[in-house]
């Protein structure tokens, strides 16, 4: 059976909103009014509003060869979402604009729709408005989120004090190793079309590349045992470059040690196979969304009760750099490898 293919231009500009927001329902009390009129209005009652923007474009940050729209709607709103989360705040709505080329049926859009109502569920976030537009080659997203916070718990990168731990959640590396397994079956793609890709069951890498979480629970688990870091931000581009945005702006210098830095087992196994060093991906591969935070040492009991978290290191006076301490007992300079959206640092 053929897929059906609507054109964009039957529905007009209008008609199209009306068709890809039909079935969204408020879910927050602070969205007073959503999409439909000229601006949206959002009342959050006495908290403070964290605002975060990203821009997503196709040939720079996704591939549509081996990204479904699906998870690519599912990804544009979580990457904005971890933002929020990094300042400790709750996101409560976003507002999406898209621009896209002729190629795009009403069907992939759907689908690319479906990936952002599922996050926006998952998250209990509002679509509050946004835009929609003709490019003249490809797909570009642009995702705004707001959340809430209340005043005293905001936390900033600039905090961070001497002797403070400095904490990670969940596992590093593993989305630029899933990235290096899709690059390389697109590449034998292009060569051999005929032959069919081998993902090698890397399930766990791929999925952190095309479908990573925003780190909510973190969050909530700071709210439920009483912990307020003292700086915070997300691991978007990579952990060395993360650590050093913290101690910049807090002044600070920091030491971390190799053998705390968290990679996931399947991700370790994979870099083995390809050669890469699994503390090199960890530092200098980027998208993994995970927090990093730095908390005062007596806080250290409560942390140790979530698992999700590893200390990685701790933070030192500003004239004593930033070093890491390898499993050999020997000591460098973190230097920032990380992802750089103008060019490969």
Not at 21 to 40: K, P, V, W
Not at 220 to 243: K, Q, R, Y
Request: with cysteine; net charge negative.
């Amino acid at each position: 059976m053929e897929n059906k293919r609507t054109e964009i231009t039957d529905l007009g500009e209008f008609g199209l909103i009306d068709h890809l927001t039909r079935n969204f329902e408020i879910q927050n009390a602070s969205t007073i009014l959503s999409i439909g009129d000229d601006g949206a209005v959002i009342d959050h009652f006495g908290k403070q509003t964290v605002i975060s923007t990203d821009m997503l474009i196709e040939g720079i940050h996704f591939d549509l060869m081996y990204t479904p729209l699906k998870h690519l709607g599912y990804k544009s709103v979580v990457v904005n979402l971890s933002d929020i989360y990094a300042m400790n705040a709750n996101p409560t709505s976003i507002t999406l604009s898209i621009a896209f080329s002729n190629r795009f049926s009403l069907e992939a859009l759907d689908e690319f729709y479906n990936g952002v109502y599922a996050a926006c569920e998952q998250y209990n976030v509002d679509l509050i408005g946004g835009d929609t537009s003709t490019s003249q080659k490809g797909f570009i997203i642009s995702v705004t989120a707001l959340g809430e916070v209340i005043p005293e718990k905001m936390v900033k990168r600039s905090g961070a004090k001497k002797g403070d731990l400095l904490c990670v959640s969940g596992f590093l590396g593993g989305a630029f190793l899933g990235l290096t397994v899709l690059e390389r079956e697109k590449k034998i793609y292009l060569e051999s079309p005929q032959v069919q890709p081998d993902l090698g069951n890397e399930e766990y890498i791929i999925g952190r590349l095309l479908k990573p979480e925003a780190r909510k629970d973190i969050v909530e688990f700071f709210e439920s045992a009483g912990i307020l870091p003292s700086s915070m931000m997300d691991v978007s581009d990579g952990l060395s470059s993360e650590i050093m945005h913290i101690c910049k702006q807090s002044n600070v210098g920091c030491m971390i040690y190799e053998d705390k830095i968290p990679v996931h087992d399947d991700a370790r196994r994979y870099a083995y196979k390809i050669e890469l060093d699994p503390t090199a991906c960890a530092l200098s591969g980027g998208e993994d969304y995970e927090l990093l935070f730095t908390v005062p040492q007596s806080e250290y009991e409560k942390l140790v009760l979530n698992e999700n978290i590893s200390v990685i290191g701790y933070i030192t006076d500003v004239e004593e750099g930033l070093y890491i301490t390898t499993k050999g007992g020997n000591t460098h300079k973190i230097v920032a490898q990380g992802w750089n959206a103008f060019g490969n640092a």
